[in-house]
């Protein structure tokens, strides 16, 4: 009985956190959304000098491992792709697989993943030692908001800058796909271009695009979320830095998911 | 006597089930230094934060210039915010910008000054502290001293009416810790401004303090002038002036109760 209680006590309070957590996020975001979309409207400015610098930061720093990623899995797509299709002699088909699941699915993912590692990270340990150093505080006696004058540009540059980034993750992915069709499997170029553009069309892109800006909003928030919540001192920032990583990804997969499952049903 | 300029009303906090504040009652008027004094534990940071609107009471009111600072909307809060300065025990400079940037930040968020005034105020602050030719410094460059210095600088940047100052000589050498309360006394001359100290550190508390309010276990059991406090009859207070520790009664039973159970 003891054992029973304890099982189903523990699970009850893990759950239970799990959702307060969950509402928690959801209210930031409210906020951080807030102050992006509507607040301007309202005769409130955002920062844009400080967008910039964060736009930089996760952004155009994050350009190289991006994109190296994004090729480099093009390129093992293409060769696992080419090993089951040359048993067909469709080797030409690589096109379609490498096209069509970068853009729908890798280009995004991997671009939401590596962010959410980089920069999700840097957000929540930044936030996180701001609150340690009542910098925090000292914003608020100052009458300046810690959402609009720190989330807001985050959360702006991540949404500007992920699907920047997935793009060029698409573009580099499918030149992974060339790369092995034109130098290891000897298919002319025209033809595997031609066979590329055929297969993908706008709304694979498009698909892809909108994952991203859901990501994007899914790492500010996380990391955000973490580096309010922190407790203590240099520990309480390791551990929320841990858990902003292993949280956004767990919501970015299961974001990815349910978006996938849509795109499914309804084309 | 002049109206208050921050009034609190039986003052409650709870957190869980500890009750920190009891129902202070604390009157602090124009132009003058109070200095609330306490040990450890006994609320005094709490009380603070409830002053500067970062925490809302359980139960009571603090009404900061006729401004009931638990009730009163956002907007009307950032307006009574923008007249006070707070010192944080560890400065809290922001440590991704430079001294000067720091100072400026306020000017730059709530005035529509130029950026070449801005820049000249700051300085202006930054000389007033002894910190004239820091500008560019990042804080982490800048000793325990010098950092408090250029917080002081950033709190005085829209010369406010009220500044409070957390525990203003905390991790200083004794001779730093002097430099900061005559620094204290100097704006107090200098400037037409409403002064309340947070600390336990009585050498400077007598340097610096008009009133002294004694915080013990959530509430107020002395306040009044340094003379009256040290003729004071209470237990609490002589204990305090006098610096014993507390006694240790220890019931040999009770004791190994606590141990076994």
New interface residues.
Partial sequence: MKVLRGTFGSTGRGFFTFVVHLLRILKLSGQALFWIFIAPFKGRHIRWRLTFVQMVRIGVNSVPIVGIIAFFVGLIIAMQAAYQLARFGATIYVADLVGVSITRELGPLITAIILAGRSGSAIAA?IG??KV???I??L??????PIGFLIVPRTLAMIIVVPCLTVLADFLGISGGFVLAVFNLKLPFIAYFNQTATAILMKDFFTGLVKSFFFAIIIAQIGAYQGFSVQGGAEGVGKATTASVVSSIFLIIVADLLFTMLFFSTV | MPDPIIRIHNLHTRYGRREVLKGVNLDIYPFETLAILGRSGCGKSTLL?HL???QKPTEGEIYLKGMNMATAS?EE???I??R?G?L???S?????MSVSDNVS??LV??TPLEPSTIRIMARMKLDLVGLAGFEDFMPSQLSGGMKKRAALARALAMDPEVLFFDEPSAGLDPIVAVGIDHLILKLKKAFKITIVVVTHELASVFVIADRIALLHDGEVIFIGTKEQMKRSEDARVKQFLERRPDEEEIDRDQYLNTLVS
Avoid: C, V, W
């Fill in positions: 930044e030692t701001m150093s009542e910098e505080d000292a608020q006696t100052m009458a300046l908001n | 934060r500067i609107g970062l956002e809060r950032n307006l915010l923008k006070i707070m944080f025990q560890s809290a400079l922001f440590n991704s930040l306020p968020e709530h």
